[in-house]
């Protein structure tokens, strides 16, 4: 099992685009300082073991979110907070459920969080190279940007037969809802960062930012929320339900029976969820359906919270909310059952979580609309829930329209 804490001259210069959900007063002045890795084949509880290192390295993950009164210290070398990243295949495992099949980015880490220190000035922001060396370390130049063409892992009428398949599993009682995702890679030549750059700031991104490894790095648009502690409550905000971000769109997001159906059904999910989550009080829906834009589509949100009443441990949270609701589906651990069977590629970095830890707060994005880079490709994922109503061809069109702004960001259109 991989656990270990790495000086900091061992990383690679980072991107210049702050990790997702970095609090804008540290940006420019923190370093990385210790990280930690594990990967499903290390075994033991990654919730547990994440959760001790961050534990070890000053971060009150054991109380989060009753810490807001503390002053904490903010001169050089004092902790900032830590990065905090946790594949699909990582929340299937905490869950209970099976990790699904093999990511196409193995190199990636399924957990890996990186403690920051506030520095005392700004610091560099060259991206990580695939050797973990800058230019000027290596000697090297990079070409100009190129983009290949886009490979999936399934067909269109492969996709589609995966939506009937779960279709069937509804008729059959197994399941009430189920999100199928794709997966397509395409090769990549010259510097990835600034196209990951062009990736975290597309219209929308509530968690727009990077966050590289050595030889790999993951870039995010995510608008949605996994879990987020802040000022004695935890929040969950689910998405589900799109249409292109027109009048006659929204009208129709609005209208839709099976999409507000579908809403409903994680919402109930995620309230189940955080109920079960030890040291939080009783959940409410502080916000239904609401309309939010994403690049060029509309997207229905909700706004799930609970009050902290007692002493609220991250494993413990992460264990109940990984992964997310909306990109699995109800029950949970029948659900990833059934997507563990359908894909035929792990869903990698994406429908896991990514964020910030500080000392008095915690927030994560759930990572859809998120791509990652290793030495040779850009991967990328979408998909979307499935219930009884769905049309397998319409299924496939929606996930092609959620990629559709992450493929041309990157490609520099």
Partial sequence: MVHEIVPTDHFPTPPSVPPPGAPASCQGRHRASTRFEWFCCDGGDPAKLVADFLAGNGLSVRNTGRTATQVHPTGAGTVCGAALYVSAAAGSVMAGGPAGPPSPVPGIPDVYAVVYLHGSGLGGSQAPWPDGETPAQSGSVRPPWWLGEWTPSWTPKEHAAAVDAVRAAIGRGDVYQVNVVGHASAPYRGDPMPA??????????????????????????????????????????????????????????????????????????????????????????DELFAVRR????????????????????????????????????????????????????????????????????????????????????????????????????????????????????????
Avoid: F
């Fill in 294 to 413: 994403w690049v060029d589509l509309w997207q229905a949100e909700s706004v799930i919270s609970a009050p902290i009443e007692s002493d609220l441990d991250l494993a413990d949270l992460l264990r109940a909310v990984c992964p997310g609701g909306s990109v699995t589906g109800a029950p949970k651990l029948a659900a990833l059952t059934e997507i563990s069977a359908l894909e035929p590629v792990g869903r990698g970095v994406s429908m896991g979580g990514i964020g910030w830890i500080g000392h008095d707060h915690l927030d994560l994005a759930l990572t859809i609309r998120t791509v990652a880079a290793d030495g040779t490709h850009l991967h990328a994922w979408a998909g979307g829930g499935i219930t009884w109503d769905s049309d397998p061809t319409a299924e496939v069109e929606e996930a092609a329209a959620k990629a559709a702004p992450i493929r041309a960001a990157l490609a520099g259109l």
């Fill in 196 to 285: 990951l750059g062009r990736v975290a700031a597309l219209p929308g991104a509530r968690y727009g930012g990077v966050l590289a490894g050595e030889g790999w790095a993951i870039a995010t648009a995510s608008p949605e929320t996994l879990i987020e502690v802040r000022d004695g409550r935890v929040i969950t905000r689910p998405i589900k339900g799109t249409r292109p971000a027109t009048r006659p769109g929204r009208a129709e997001l609005l209208a839709s029976a099976k999409e507000r159906a579908e809403h409903i059904m994680i919402v109930d999910l995620e309230r189940n969820d955080l109920a079960h989550v030890p040291g939080v009080g009783p959940v409410t829906v």
